[in-house]
Each structure stands twice: as C-alpha cells, then as structure tokens.
C-alpha cells in the first residue's frame, strides 16, 4: 500500500503561480508513474499531466501545456506540479495519483493509489 497526501492548494488570483507537492509514503515510489488529475465543480476527474518513473519524460494535456510543469524526486517519494499563469478555469480538487504503467495520456483506470486531494481556487 502506498499513500499519497497532496499539499500546497489554495486560493491565488488569475495569473498567480502554486506548487502542488505529494509525498509518498514507501520507497517503492520510484516504480510507479506518477500524475496529476483534477476535479471542478460538477464535472467528472480529467487528466492532468504525468512522468515516468525517472522523471525523463512528460505528457500534458493541451489546457496546461506551457503553464504547468511536473517533476519528481526519487530520493524524495516526492512529485510537484508548478501552475503558473493560471486561470480560473483551473479552479479545482487536484488529485496525486501513481500508475503501474506510463501512458500519454494516463487513465484513471490505470492508477493504483490516488491522494486525497487539494482544493486549487483561481479567482477572477
């Protein structure tokens, strides 16, 4: 069992910047593809972005190309998403999740552990 326990969410204006972190909870962090999904209001979870398990290859989805930005640090158990520029249109709970498999883009299907989630607010 893995747990993922997601911090760094809050309310920021448009155009303002936050780093989302998830920190994993076992050592086998390293084997897992990592991503980030999101949820608004009265929409279902959509995809984000992921990387792959040495943090050499990314894939995002088309509204967060070149705002967002995801890493990760192995020696860490930990992955971040930097948000700059954002909308609020990204206004939503952003998930961690880990996946066996690293796939562009990710399904839900395919993650085996999910964070519980942090609330993003961009306000207009």
């Known amino acids: 069992q893995v747990q993922l326990v997601e911090s760094g969410g809050g309310l920021v204006q448009a155009g303002g910047s936050l780093r989302l972190s998830c920190a994993a909870s076992?050592?086998?962090?390293?084997?897992?593809?990592m991503a980030w999904f999101r949820q608004a209001p009265g929409k279902e979870r959509e995809f984000v972005t992921t990387?792959?398990?040495?943090?050499?290859?990314?894939y995002y989805t088309d509204s967060v190309k070149g705002r967002f930005t995801i890493s990760r640090d192995n020696a860490k158990n930990t992955v971040y998403l930097q948000m700059n520029s954002l909308k609020p249109e990204d206004t939503a709970v952003y998930y961690c999740?880990?996946?066996?498999?690293?796939?562009?883009?990710?399904?839900?299907?395919?993650?085996?552990?999910w964070g519980q989630g942090t609330q993003v607010t961009v306000s207009s």
């Open positions: 990387i792959n398990w040495t943090g050499t290859t990314t």
């Open positions: 999740a880990a996946s066996r498999v690293y796939a562009t883009p990710l399904d839900g299907k395919n993650i085996v552990y």
């Open positions: 076992r050592r086998t962090f390293s084997t897992y593809a």
